[in-house]
């Protein structure tokens, strides 16, 4: 299964506008790609169900990860037709899942930048924020993960935005898990991947 090297960023309207007008100018336009998403945060993985409203499609993926544990984990994706979120969602929640799910709409740009792609973004929980990744094949050597992770910093500091570390995005994370715990006052919205 292919492994995904992810990195993010969060910043201000100001930051977001300028970081949206410098990739007009110097990167690939991918377009417009918001999403409503279910996510079903579990002790040490994600799964999601995506309805991508912009490209009419939806999926399941399972990240064998969590934000905040690491930037390389591999990724599985089963497309699915939109008309099936709902029961993928009620499945998941029928399996015992509903008490981890939250749900969040993103409006989201994606961007190409010297072989990165770069989603800006917006949803309640994070702000503003951009994610920056490169999709490496099955099973990449410690040299290609290296060199992503290479890729993606050089991008990032061509662009002036600075990325968060893996503290920072445990930490972020952690307080949203905590604020979203059952019983508890929970934005509506949802970490975002």
């Not at 377009?31 to 993985?45: A, C, M, N, S």
């Not at 008490?99 to 309640?124: C, D």
């Not at 060199?147 to 662009?159: G, K, P, T």
Request: net charge negative; charged share 25%; glycine share 6%.
């Amino acid at each position: 299964m292919p492994v995904e090297i992810e990195m993010r960023a969060r910043f201000s309207q100001e930051a977001h506008d300028q970081l949206i007008s410098r990739l007009e100018q110097d990167g690939e336009d991918l377009g417009r790609d918001d999403k409503h998403i279910y996510f079903y945060v579990l002790p040490h993985q994600l799964l999601k169900v995506t309805d991508n409203i912009a490209t009419n499609t939806a999926k399941i993926t399972l990240k064998a990860s969590k934000i905040g544990h690491g930037t390389a984990f591999p990724e599985t994706e089963i497309p699915i037709a939109r008309e099936d979120v709902a029961a993928a969602v009620h499945v998941f929640n029928a399996l015992g899942f509903e008490n981890t799910m939250h749900e969040a709409y993103n409006r989201r740009r994606n961007f190409r930048l010297h072989g990165v792609e770069i989603a800006v973004k917006w949803s309640e929980a994070w702000g503003h924020h951009a994610e920056f990744e490169v999709l490496l094949g099955d099973d990449p050597s410690p040299a290609a993960v290296e060199a992503a992770h290479d890729r993606i910093n050089s991008v990032a500091r061509e662009l002036g935005v600075p990325l968060m570390t893996e503290e920072e995005l445990a930490a972020f994370t952690a307080a949203f898990e905590a604020a979203a715990a059952p019983g508890s006052l929970a934005p509506d919205a949802a970490p975002s991947t």
